[in-house]
């Protein structure tokens, strides 16, 4: 009796310990905890998880896309870095060295890439230089062959498209340059402060189908009203909700890159750049960002899909015999479309590919409408990108809207990928070097954020 009792003491004084306080604590939380505790697990809206992108990107597709980017064909930009902004005329231009781009010197650039954005057969790559030549007349020449006039014409419907999600640049214009994405790497410039924050806010506040009475989370007027905020995000419908996730998840991206390449240290002979992990805690850590953090780490990852979707997606458009990724150099320009065909074989092998289905699928008339906004929308939030005050910041901005904007294309337009002619140019569905380009860096861009994630989560995690 006196043992029994005696153990049940015991057992009541342990319980007492625990539930005091006065037992083992346990270990703090990491700040990858902090970071990363939300990042897991099934996406909104998905019916991916983040482990499975995880594991596919940054061991089966990282690698080899980073290859493909620093090859000639994707390194190379054309730009037009002078145009006006269209929204206001007081931008504070960034004069640190940092915010600086480099444009190529003429000689350069690859032959191949100057003379056209890309290659057919013989044949068709003569029509298509003829037309293109005649649409920058301005008018359908009559002296023209007729197969040569109707052309024009299917190319010029094309340009005028409702399909194009973004306002490109005019790559003819004088002041458009060719930029070497490799000399010119999207890093921290220290762009900050009252401009950096109005671009993002015009974005948001603008652009996003919010009401202005719902204030964004950590927005200094917001005062407490997070949840006013996702209870009306929910209660947006699919498309909607989509959208201001993929801003949201672009933007994560973009400070994802900054942190991972900040300057940590300048001397007279070199620039030291790396990890900057109280920059990125700052951005994304759960207490810090008060929860946000963590849901844009989330949205980055609804945008790796919604990208990795549209790349599954174009393989019918690459698969084409004609289409050469050229550059002049024919032995570089076979590999090359042998490594980009390998890399979108084995995007269309994922398993849990996003279902855009879902997007404008009701009332024909309503999801005309909603779709003509929805482009509308992002087509606007192009155009604020030549309102970026520092030069190597829009270079980066409107190459990624540009790529995101291809993507968005290519999702709308299954029907007329399907109907592709085998050979030749396809002139209901096309893409100039320019969406090439962009495209793929873009999704290298938001494959690159993917990868540093795991770096960061490695390197914050002995740290509380």
């Known amino acids: 009796m006196g043992r029994g009792w005696g153990f049940l003491f015991g057992l009541l004084g342990a319980v007492w310990l625990l539930s005091s306080g006065h037992g083992e ?26 482990e499975t992108i995880d594991r596919f990107n940054n061991y089966r597709l990282f690698p080899r896309l980073q290859k493909l980017l620093e090859s000639d064909y994707f390194r190379y930009y054309k730009v037009n870095l002078k145009r006006p902004c269209p929204f206001w005329n007081d931008i504070s231009q960034c004069g640190r060295r940092d915010c600086a781009v480099k444009p190529c010197q003429s000689d350069e650039v690859p032959d191949g ?27 359908v020449d009559e002296s023209l062959s007729e197969e040569t006039q109707k052309a024009v014409l299917q190319w010029t419907k094309h340009d005028d498209s409702s399909d194009n999600f973004c ?6 214009s004088p002041e458009a340059e060719y930029v070497d994405l490799l000399l010119n790497p999207e890093r921290y410039t220290g762009y900050k402060g009252p401009d950096a924050w109005k671009i993002w806010n015009v974005i948001y506040e603008e652009n996003c189908f919010k009401p202005q009475t719902i204030k964004r989370p950590l927005n200094p007027l917001a005062s407490g009203q997070e949840n006013t905020f996702y209870s009306w995000l929910e209660g947006l419908c ?34 030291k750049w790396g990890h900057n992990i109280t920059e990125f805690q700052q951005r994304f850590d759960g207490i810090l960002t008060e929860g946000e953090g963590p849901r844009r780490l989330k949205n980055l990852y ?12 174009v393989l ?26 390998e890399i979108l074989h084995e995007i269309k092998s994922f398993p849990l ?15 005309h409408k909603l779709k003509e906004d929805f482009r509308l929308h992002f087509r606007n939030i192009s155009r604020i990108m030549d309102c970026v005050g520092c030069f190597k910041c829009r270079l980066w901005g409107k190459l990624q809207t540009q790529g995101l904007g291809t993507a968005l294309k290519i999702l709308f337009s299954e029907k007329l990928i399907a109907n592709m002619p085998e050979s030749g140019p396809s002139y209901e569905f096309h893409l100039t070097r320019q969406e090439i380009v962009s495209l793929f860096n873009a999704f290298g861009r938001i494959s690159t954020s993917v990868k540093e994630l ?8 002995n740290i509380h």
């Not at 890439?113 to 005649?134: D, F, P, T, V, W």
């Not at 289905?357 to 999801?367: I, M, T």
């Not at 795991?454 to 995690?461: D, T, Y």
């Open 113 to 139: 890439i100057k003379s056209a954005s890309y290659k057919y057969s013989e044949e068709a790559n003569n029509l298509i230089e003829e037309c293109e030549q005649a649409e920058r007349l301005g008018a």
């Open 238 to 271: 699919v498309e909607k909700r989509a959208f201001y996730r993929l801003i949201s998840g672009l933007h994560a991206s973009i400070n994802v890159h900054l942190s991972a390449r900040y300057l940590l240290q300048e001397t007279w002979l070199e620039k």
């Open 25 to 50: 604590e346990q270990p703090p939380e990491t700040a990858a905890q902090r970071c990363f505790c939300q990042v897991s697990g099934y996406l909104d809206d998905c019916t991916c998880d983040v």
């Open 353 to 367: 590919h996003f279902d855009e289905n879902s997007f404008f699928a009701g009332d024909k008339k309503e999801a």
């Open 316 to 341: 019918p458009f690459f698969e084409r015999p004609d289409f050469q990724l050229f550059t002049g150099n024919k032995i570089q320009d076979e590999e090359n479309k042998m490594l980009l065909l």
């Open 302 to 313: 609804f945008l790796y899909l919604i990208e990795l979707r549209a790349l599954s997606k």
């Open 454 to 461: 795991e770096n960061f989560r490695n390197l914050l995690q």
């Open 167 to 172: 306002e490109a640049d005019d790559i003819q």
